[in-house]
């Protein structure tokens, strides 16, 4: 038989309100200003994925080190399917030297922010269920709600 391998969720945060973020503006600014203040510098630069379609990189930088890099694109199954413009995020990563500063929530917030300017209606993300950071950031300090759950099986073969 299969057995559970990896069991991830895909929380979702809806955009289209009249101000869904709102609510993260003082963050976003104390945290910008803390970025400065580290010499952190924020960019964004579109990037092609073999497996993906096209994505923008919004990148938290100190010279030339990237330090906590994330990428959205529109997924254009939920278009086609829901006739909703979700996007997903991508690779969100902090560089464990880095981890700690609130850098994870700032280039989340972002990301979430260019998406939005795009025509986000909502964005959602997977996340490893034994990845308690990533949920708490995700759930907590973002406010995204949970979304559907995935689960990888695994078969011993031979």
Do not use: C
Not at 73 to 90: A, K, S, V
Not at 124 to 148: D, I, K, Q, T
């Amino acid at each position: 038989g299969y057995r559970t391998w990896a069991e991830y969720g895909t929380p979702e945060l809806d955009l289209s309100g009249p101000a869904p973020l709102d609510h993260l503006s003082p963050a976003l600014r104390r945290l910008r200003e803390q970025a400065r203040e580290l010499g952190l510098t924020v960019r964004s630069r579109p990037i092609e994925m073999r497996f993906f379609p096209k994505r923008l990189l919004v990148e938290l930088t100190k010279g030339r080190e990237v330090v906590a890099p994330t990428a959205y694109g529109l997924w254009p199954e939920y278009e086609r399917e829901y006739h909703l413009r979700m996007y997903g995020l991508t690779s969100v990563q902090v560089v464990p030297d880095w981890r700690g500063k609130g850098l994870g929530k700032l280039v989340m917030i972002e990301a979430m922010e260019a998406a939005r300017r795009e025509g986000a209606e909502a964005v959602h993300l997977h996340v490893w269920r034994g990845n308690e950071p990533a949920w708490s950031l995700y759930h907590h300090a973002l406010g995204f709600a949970p979304g559907p759950r995935w689960v990888t099986l695994e078969k011993r073969v031979g």
